[in-house]
């Protein structure tokens, strides 16, 4: 399947999203596109499979123009899309998800279920993915969740797949076993329109790549013509001189220490500690009980044995209010549903954990509250019409930007930051690593949750690497390799 967008515009009200985009799409390749945060990729990609209408353009699949009024509409005619935001039903099984919409029926039009079932347990295989068909997707890992939507997407048919960041939660044998099925499909003639921020999974498996900025198409190469800074360069308009800032460590006492904490199934015996102005990475592959660890070291999960020392001293951190109250942020991988309420203005939740030092007299005082936001949106450089737009209405990157901006608000000890560059583009990375380094340059104390080895290396001061809910080993910034750190979080010595 050929496709072809030709001079496509939108807008959303005053707010212009795309300016004369070109994108072609051939038959049986993988196609990167790639972008800053709000470069219009997504919207791009809603429009040719008809969640949004074009302004003014042409869409043409395979010589044919087409008008898709709806997603049903574009995968009728082959072309799936998996969302970076996963589209689940956290309450129905993995079989209902994966047939909502698409049930088999018998000819008295009851559910087949057997057919169903071999079906999906085919699919599965294919990928190399394993799950229990009749658990609840709301107990699933969010990495076997976008395993479920890639699954779903695999059960279409599709002869195009638009990824957006697929590989975002995985694990690396789950990048593996995707990366495996990519190059199959892309020999049985699938294309396949490949979004992610991660730079070097582009230069692995894609054959062309369009990058897009401010709205606009601004380059069509072949992979191999093209190289690392000059994606970066052509994606942010400007040059970027080094992916990581770099770090002048200059730690203090030990300002956090964890000795011998346990969760029952979990972790067990987890003993560390982090010093002011330094950032300790954490390591792990994903199920390991990295966020885990965090979780309870914040109060959302409960210890089941175990110190937590603050300051050399001993606390007891219950709940998320304790931490807070103790200056302990927490920075969660999942900020949608965890770091943010999506609907409230980006002040309100920038304010969120600082609420009651706005308040007089039992009235808050919303000149302070203005104020506030408006020095954190101004020092993170977070693009909003103002501190009254609702925080979904963000790109992912500044929405990102306003979960950091409401931790440093509290003026942290301890700032926890889980995946804090997931899905967010190597310009704002680098503006995110750079606060990283304002906040230790403080005497904050960070902990950074990492699945890129090289933010791993290139961040942090020293490396602990979580094996099966146990620390595996700890290395130096000058010790650890990529090779070390994978040894020890597969077990090996």
């Not at 074009?54 to 009024?69: L, P």
């Not at 694990?171 to 020999?187: C, H, P």
């Not at 992916?243 to 006492?253: I, L, V």
């Not at 987890?270 to 330094?278: D, I, K, L, T």
Request: proline share 3%.
């Amino acid at each position: 399947m050929q496709i072809e967008m030709k001079n496509i515009h939108k807008s959303f009200g005053s707010n212009r999203v795309l300016s004369g985009v070109n994108f072609e799409l051939r038959g049986g390749e993988v196609h990167a596109l790639m972008g800053e945060n709000g470069a219009g990729k997504s919207t791009l990609m809603n429009i040719l499979t008809g969640i949004h209408s074009k302004d003014e353009g042409s869409i043409t699949v395979d010589g044919r123009e087409v008008h898709y009024g709806s997603p049903k509409e574009a995968e009728r005619d082959g072309i799936a899309f998996i969302h970076q935001e996963l589209n689940v039903w956290p309450e129905m099984t993995v079989l209902d998800n994966l047939f909502i919409g698409r049930e088999h029926t018998s000819r008295f039009g009851l559910l087949h279920a057997k057919k169903m079932r071999g079906l999906a347990e085919e699919q599965m295989s294919r990928l190399a993915f394993s799950i229990p068909l009749d658990q609840t997707v709301g107990s699933c890992s969010v990495g076997q969740q976008q395993m479920i939507e890639i699954t779903k997407a695999m059960m279409t048919q599709a002869k195009v797949i638009i990824m957006d960041e697929p590989t975002a939660a995985l694990t690396e044998r789950e990048i593996r076993n995707l990366f495996s099925l990519i190059t199959s499909l892309k020999q049985q003639g699938v294309s396949i329109v490949y979004i992610s921020h991660r730079m070097e999974e582009i230069f692995e498996i894609c054959d062309r790549i369009t990058i897009m900025r401010d709205g606009s198409t601004v380059d069509t190469r072949l992979i191999p013509e093209t190289h690392f800074d000059e994606v970066v360069r052509k994606m942010v308009g400007r040059e970027l001189t080094d992916r990581f800032p770099q770090r002048s460590s200059k730690s203090g006492g030990i300002a956090f220490e964890v000795v011998c904490a346990s969760r029952k199934g979990v972790f067990k015996d987890v003993s560390f500690s982090v010093h002011s102005g330094e950032i300790l990475g954490i390591s792990g592959l994903m199920g390991s009980g990295r966020t885990e660890m965090m979780r309870s070291l914040f109060g959302l999960d409960p210890l089941d044995s175990g110190e937590i020392r603050l300051g050399g001293k001993r606390v007891t951190i219950r709940n998320p209010f304790e931490a807070v109250k103790l200056g302990i942020g927490f920075i969660t991988e999942d900020r949608k549903d965890e770091g943010l309420v999506l609907d409230f203005s980006v002040k309100d939740n920038m304010v969120l954990p600082s609420l009651f030092s706005f308040s007089k007299r039992g009235l808050m005082d919303e000149a302070s509250e203005q104020s506030f936001a408006g020095q954190l949106i101004s020092r993170l450089s977070i693009k909003t019409e103002s501190s009254a737009t609702p925080v979904r209405n963000l790109s992912g990157g500044n929405q990102q930007k306003v979960v950091i901006a409401k931790w440093m608000g509290i003026g942290p000890k301890l700032l926890i930051l889980d995946e804090p560059t997931r899905g967010v583009d190597v310009g704002a990375k680098r503006e995110i690593y750079q606060l990283m380094n304002e906040l230790t340059d403080r005497g904050v104390a960070v902990i950074m949750v990492s699945s890129e080895l090289p933010e791993v290396l290139g961040m942090s001061d020293r490396v602990v690497v979580v094996h099966e809910g146990s620390i595996a080993g700890e290395l130096s910034a000058e010790e650890a390799t990529q090779e070390k750190i994978m040894t020890f979080a597969t077990g090996g010595l």
